[in-house]
């Protein structure tokens, strides 16, 4: 278990080789050591992703799609967007998830990285 | 601390013996009774589908000052209900009784069939810290690879008291043995990066032998996506490997999702 903030800088430093997927994303919420808000996991999980969102992830698309780590179109629509359509493909999933569901999550450099908002 | 317990016959009679199996007012006793049919129905199933059955032993106890004399039963019948039900009939074997579609019963069937049929070790996820056991079946598994409709409750179920199906099966455990050895996930951890992600040297090479001592001897099918430059497998665990030729960096990288293992997700080159 790790503080929020060094689960967070984990994934940015992990981004900076590759785009992260789903399932690392979901091992690190479940590393964060202080509960997050929300009503249930499913709530919880959103939130943390709403927190890398916050903090210049992009949504993607796997590398193994077609096309290849394409922002989602979410993305320019604002984060309650990308959020709602997580929590559509992680509700909609009948096994667990894997590196080809939902999306994965880029991150620009530092120089780049802007966060989303609504 | 290890992240499961094995199950066998023994731990069956132990959980059986134990007061929350068998203590009508006990508060944990629904979930403790699912967690023990779960486990009966990943030991014995094989049994049970060639008629041979499974029994367990229950010892004497006292219901509503009657006493129960030791007697050995088969295994409890899964069907959705409360959590927290103290009813009678609830350790019961009830033949007629109509199931839920998202039964601990259906979920082993539902593992099993994403394993293509592969067999399931027997093993269950410990007691969680704060006494809840099992996982909640909506959501994120705790210590696995997580998901999202395969384990909802039928409506009018408790979200919280549903045990875990088995997590890995020994087949995948064989690929786990490959890329953590004795436990120890190979290669190294970038700096302040995420531990599941591993880095190993030799370039593209050494991700291509990688890849083919994963897949090799495995049933490996090949699900390359139309017009994908790497290549992508499903084993016959219901591992799945994508191997990327070049990542975000331009190393090479091998993408594994082998069921209910979390600690490595990706080999970098």
């Given at each position: 278990m790790f503080p929020l903030d060094e689960v967070i800088s984990q994934l940015a430093v992990s981004a900076q080789t590759d785009d992260v997927s789903f399932p690392i994303v979901l091992d690190a919420w479940r590393d964060v050591a202080e509960p997050l808000p929300g009503a249930d996991d499913t709530e919880r999980m959103l939130n943390f992703v709403s927190l890398l969102l916050d903090h210049g992830f992009v949504a993607v698309t796997s590398?193994?799609?077609?096309?290849?780590s394409a922002p989602w179109p979410e993305q320019a629509r604002g984060k309650a967007a990308i959020l709602q359509r997580v929590r559509r493909e992680w509700e909609a999933l009948d096994h667990e998830v894997t590196f080809l569901d939902l999306c994965w999550f880029h991150r620009p450099g530092d120089g780049e990285a802007k966060a989303v908002t609504d | 601390m290890p992240d499961r317990v094995p199950i066998d016959a023994a731990r069956l009679r132990a959980a059986v013996a134990?007061?929350?199996?068998?203590?009508?007012?006990?508060?944990?006793r629904g979930a403790w009774q699912r967690w023990f049919a779960d486990g009966y129905q990943a030991l014995y199933s094989n049994d049970r589908a060639s008629g041979g059955g499974g029994v367990v032993h229950v010892r004497a106890y006292v219901r509503d000052g009657h006493a129960v004399a030791a007697h050995m039963r088969g295994a409890p019948h899964r069907e959705s209900r409360d959590v927290g039900s103290t009813s009678d009939a609830e350790d019961r074997p009830r033949a007629d009784a109509p199931r839920s579609g998202s039964s601990l019963r259906d979920l082993t069937t539902s593992r099993r069939s994403l394993l293509n049929g592969g067999p399931v070790v027997p093993v269950m996820a410990p007691r969680r810290r704060d006494g809840?056991?099992?996982?909640?079946?909506?959501?994120i598994l705790e210590g696995g690879a997580g998901g999202g409709g395969a384990h909802r409750p039928s409506a009018?179920?408790?979200?919280?008291q549903v045990p875990s199906p088995p997590v890995i099966s020994r087949r995948s455990q064989e690929l786990v043995d490959m890329i953590a050895p004795g436990g120890r996930p190979i290669g190294g951890q970038?700096?302040?990066?995420?531990?599941s992600i591993r880095t190993l040297p030799g370039g593209e090479p050494a991700a291509e032998a990688m890849l083919q001592r994963l897949i090799?001897?495995?049933?490996?099918?090949?699900?390359?996506?139309?017009?994908?430059?790497g290549r992508m497998y499903r084993l016959d665990d219901g591992t799945v490997i994508g191997f990327r030729p070049s990542s975000a960096s331009g190393s090479p990288a091998v993408d594994i999702n082998i069921p209910?293992?979390?600690?490595?997700r990706k080999l970098h080159f």
């Open positions: 590398p193994y799609a077609d096309p290849p | 134990d007061e929350r199996y068998w203590n009508a007012g006990h508060p944990e809840v056991i099992g996982r909640r079946p909506d959501t009018g179920q408790s979200q919280s970038q700096g302040g990066a995420r531990s090799n001897g495995r049933g490996a099918v090949d699900i390359t996506p139309p017009r994908y430059s209910g293992y979390t600690t490595v």
